[in-house]
């Protein structure tokens, strides 16, 4: 897809038929079509010691085994020292800068409590058949990146007016996506004990006619982390509704959340990617800050990208759906694997949204 096409005309590769079924009248729906959204760039760089095979196993262990043993070495130098520090009393004077025991211990219970971390991912990875380890993010940043609408996704009187920013990638130097998922019409637990145990950051995008059967699915979603953001009430076409409609939709989504789930979003997604100035003018009446849209779409068996050269670049969004078999060719833990094998081997790392807006 070129660049800035079809965002407002609806850019996303949707399964219409679930939407359909679920969500009131969709005579304003548009036909769905198969669409791009982008591809691969650089790479991070595996953490030290894991592969999935036992000699890297035992690699781990080995660089584990020395650190350990460097630690004691320092804890028994911490002991000496100290005997030093009396010798220094006796003569009267003052005992040189050493580290002392409780640090010792303190420093040799953290490298414990890394390499159990640690091991708890290899498990996991290998329970939920994942070829590699997935890269762990690097810390947040401490300045948040400036956000501006991307060329292109503009609306008139976008900065005059104060308007929510429209972006597809994240500016950031970090070699890292970001996860997104839309809807809400499959509740697999499954896939909420696949990402917890695999610790991988997501945010979810909900309207409300696709949670309102479980709202209880969403609620352990978000106690486990996941920041819970608004896709209207009833995921409708909105440039095909009146300014007040579309104010109807998001805040009496942002209502919903808040209700349910204890935060007002400041994130909106418009459904398949449609919005206009009202739009943008609804969200801002309605709280909303930003409106991130995705630079590639996953699906169980595939990716579609925006970008013509297919490829992904560091700070890009990453569009998927909750579904099932029954729209799928598989899962949404299959749609995780075929996500992280492509992000994994391209060298990147999969960070959380709200860390960087």
Sequence with gaps: MRRGSGVRGGAAVLTVAAIVSACADRSDL????????????????????????????????????????????????????????????????????????????????????????????????????????????????????ALTTRKGFEVAGHEEMGLPPVFTTVPTAHKVV???????????????????????????????????????????????????????????YMRALSYDAQKREICG???????????????????YGSYNRDTLRAAKTCGIKAVPLWNEEVFVDRWDYREGDRDLRPGDIVLSHFRGKGEWKGTMPDMIRHFLKLVTDKGYAVARLEDYL
């Design 178 to 236: 970001f996860l997104t998922i839309d809807d809400g019409a499959e509740k697999d637990p499954a896939f909420l004990r696949m990402m917890s145990e695999l610790k991988i950051p997501y945010t979810a995008f909900l309207s409300d006619c696709l949670i309102k059967e479980d709202y209880g699915y969403f609620k352990q979603m978000r106690e486990r982390g996941v920041a819970l953001n608004n896709h209207t009430l009833h995921h409708r």
């Design 253 to 271: 989504m942002q209502d919903v959340i808040e209700k349910r789930y204890g935060k007002r979003p400041t994130l909106f997604r418009p459904p």
């Design 30 to 145: 548009p036909k769905a079509r198969s669409s791009g959204t982008a591809s691969p760039v650089h790479g991070q760089q595996p953490e030290q010691g894991w592969q999935p095979d036992r000699q890297g196993q035992q690699g781990q262990r080995g660089q584990e085994g020395q650190q350990g043993r460097q630690g004691q070495g320092r804890q028994g130098q911490g002991q000496q020292g100290q005997g030093r520090q009396g010798q220094d009393g006796r003569r009267g004077q003052p005992a040189g800068p050493l580290l002392a025991a409780p640090a010792a211990h303190a420093l040799g219970a953290y490298a414990e409590r890394l390499r159990r971390a640690h091991a708890a991912r290899v498990a996991a990875a290998k329970r939920w058949g994942l070829a590699k380890l997935p890269l762990l993010p690097p810390e947040p940043p401490a300045r948040r990146p």
